[in-house]
């Protein structure tokens, strides 16, 4: 069976400029918000999002941020991790931040990141950016308040965000066991 | 590759290449991570170590001790001083008691060489080994890795000259293993009393004259003359060793290229390094300290993924 594209190409680039108009209604000139992409696939779109915001406000002052959630997670030695870099020049003390990542199954990753993101203050608040929302496969409390597309998946399948930066292709599949 | 392939850090002589760049490359997050505003990370927070320190240290000890801490892991302290390796305990006997208390991880010095690698083969807790005679002292090793990394990127190709006291060193055995596997070239140099027989089957070059040696590096790491393990004299006097084997700044700046100083403390200044070149900013002295605690979280945080 051949794998179910969710998003791919200008579709893809639609939803990020929806995503992006969606954080200027709330966030106005991101004065006083910034922006944190997950390591290490979050990050790409974080980049993406980045961009297309100073583009569109013409603020190239908007800052961003790639925090990795390796040291903080639950399941250490419950199977193999690799550390990347965080790399966070800025306090997040007083600010809004918005959590960035390419997928929302568990919400472990989220729950590690926002204990890794105290290491750098205490923000106002903190709001979840997910490309892909996988629904109903939540282990904890967490919920993205900007939705790329939200998708209905079992357990054994996996998600799979392709970058042009990365892979040659802007792409979001869906792939089962077989695939 | 993203997990060791050894149970234990026994020694350099006993991990890769891969283990070694995959420590190095793991430290660089924890460096990142013991400069931020709040500097410890929960990774370890069900894991507890036992720091069992036979012989004296002050830095190794305190460094593994802050590397555990900003890991999040308990620490126990022991010192043979104060405990009942007086009264006639065997090794065995002591680190299984203590490993009754529910340890996961032992990090151990002793005076005797392979007394770490004579630990792992006897009991189950993950062994880290901080100095065994002169054996082997391993995260000294990778942190004077990170350290020349750090300053000048990739280290195959570079040469480093270890200088001093290089038969009662540990350090320096290390050292050597390490620099090589990472494809460095290494060379020895100090009073030929001081340099182990037969020291080029390991394949580093022998220098018995400080400037040339100096000459030929990129990086020197001063060695610290260990009176404490000379039962007999190498040489005829410290002044007459400082003569010939210390390093001033007079001779660093008489050099034809500037060269990196290194030193695994603690520093004798005026014998085997001066104090203006121990301070001086070719000097990486401090920076080896600071680098060492994140190596050692590397190290710890590495084999506490191992543990089942």
């Known amino acids: ?179 | 590759m993203s997990s060791l392939s050894v149970n234990h850090l026994l020694g350099i002589k006993y991990i890769t290449k891969a283990d070694i760049e995959l420590i190095l490359d793991t430290a660089k997050n924890f460096k990142e991570v013991i400069n931020r505003p709040i500097k410890k990370v929960p990774s370890l927070r069900d894991i507890t170590v036992a720091n069992l320190f036979f012989e004296n240290s002050t830095r190794t000890k305190l460094s593994f001790e802050l590397a555990q801490k900003r890991l999040s892991a308990d620490v126990v302290n022991f010192a043979a001083s104060s405990s009942s390796v007086k009264k006639g305990e065997t090794l065995v006997d002591t680190v299984n008691n203590i490993l009754a208390m529910k340890v996961d991880m032992v990090v151990m010095r002793h005076s005797s060489p392979g007394a770490a690698v004579f630990l792992a083969k006897k009991v189950k807790a993950k062994i880290i080994n901080a100095g065994d005679g002169a054996h082997e002292h391993p995260t000294q090793a990778l942190l004077d890795a990170f350290s020349i990394q750090d300053k000048l990127g990739n280290l195959k190709g570079k040469k480093v000259v270890i200088v001093g006291d290089i038969l009662h060193s540990r350090v320096a055995l290390s050292n050597i293993f390490c620099l090589q596997k990472l494809g460095a070239e290494v060379m020895v140099c100090g009073p030929q009393t001081l340099i182990p027989k037969h020291i080029e089957s390991l394949g580093v070059k022998v220098e018995l004259n400080l400037r040339k040696a100096l000459e030929w590096c990129d990086v020197a790491n001063m060695l610290r003359i260990q009176l404490e393990r000379q039962d007999i004299k190498f040489f005829p006097s410290l002044r007459e060793y400082t003569m010939l084997y210390g390093l001033d700044m007079n001779l660093l700046q008489s050099l034809s290229k500037k060269i990196l100083i290194m030193h695994p403390g603690p520093i004798n200044r005026g014998i085997e390094i001066s104090s203006e070149v121990a301070d001086s900013d070719q000097s990486i002295i401090l920076e080896q300290v600071e680098n060492g605690v994140a190596v050692r979280m590397a190290v710890m945080f590495l084999l506490a993924g191992r543990i089942n």
């Not at chain 1, 790409?44 to 583009?55: E, W």
């Not at chain 1, 590690?112 to 203050?121: R, S």
């Not at chain 1, 709001?127 to 209905?152: C, M, N, W």
């Open chain 1, 1 to 179: 069976m051949k794998p179910k594209i969710i998003l791919e190409g200008e579709q893809l680039e639609v939803t990020i400029t929806r995503l992006c108009h969606q954080l200027i209604e709330v966030h106005d000139q991101f004065q006083n918000s910034v922006i944190i992409g997950l390591q290490p696939r979050g990050i790409y779109l974080s980049k993406r999002i980045h961009q297309k915001l100073c583009a569109i406000l013409k603020n190239k002052n908007i800052k961003l941020g790639e925090l990795d959630t390796t040291f903080f997670r639950d399941d250490f030695r419950r199977k193999e991790l690799i550390p990347n870099k965080t790399n966070i020049d800025f306090i997040i003390e007083e600010q809004n931040v918005v959590l960035i990542d390419d997928v929302l199954f568990t919400g472990r990753t989220i729950r590690a990141g926002l204990d890794a993101m105290l290491a750098f203050g205490r923000p106002k608040d903190v709001e979840l950016l997910v490309l892909i929302d996988r629904r109903f496969s939540r282990h904890l409390p967490i919920q993205a308040k900007y939705i790329g597309k939200t998708i209905d998946s079992i357990e054994s399948q996996k998600v799979k965000v392709e970058w042009q930066e990365t892979e040659g292709k802007d792409r979001v599949t869906l792939l089962t066991d077989k695939d």
